[in-house]
């Protein structure tokens, strides 16, 4: 059996590594072609500074584009805890935005429904106390994204 020289251990630490970044370098470009949604979900008041008007609260769920290329979003809505859906339709109820839309890298859309209808569409759906769902977005090809799990209080 022949001697390993420093010479061929090197060569071969240096082939091995060359792989390495070969393979990461493909995985990084194929990541970069994929979307990437980010979705958080908020709820809020709106008030008119010096009229003492408030809008009722609002339930609000807002998809932002944290890839590198453009995102077509047809659908939004709430996931249920028996796997149903509660699909939001119809244009925003604060800022008219409708889906479908097309976010480019870094927009966002927010998607807000009024939180007492959202709870009265829970209520007809035979949910009652508290329930956790997650607000989701999904594009023309089904992909979907969620968000964290957000407690709903249905009734008391």
């Not at 890298?105 to 009024?114: E, F, T």
């Not at 329930?131 to 594009?139: G, K, L, N, P």
Request: aromatic share 8%.
């Amino acid at each position: 059996m022949e001697d390993v020289t420093l010479f061929q251990v090197i060569t071969v630490f240096i082939a091995v590594l060359g792989l390495g970044l070969s393979i990461y370098s493909i995985y990084t470009q194929r990541n970069d072609k994929q979307p990437s949604i980010k979705i958080t979900t908020s709820s809020s008041i709106i008030a008119t500074p010096g009229f003492g008007i408030t809008s009722p609260q609002f339930f609000t769920t807002t998809a932002m584009n944290t890839g590198h290329t453009p995102v077509h979003l047809s659908g939004c809505g709430l996931r249920l805890p028996n796997g149903k859906t509660l699909q939001f339709v119809g244009p925003d109820e604060y800022t008219s935005k409708s889906l479908p839309i097309t976010l480019s890298p870094g927009q966002s859309i927010p998607i807000s429904r009024v939180l007492e209808n959202v709870i009265g569409d829970l209520q007809r759906e035979g949910y009652s106390g508290t329930i956790s769902v997650h607000s989701y977005f999904r594009d023309e090809i089904n992909n979907t994204w969620e968000s964290k799990k957000v407690k709903f209080k249905v009734s008391e």
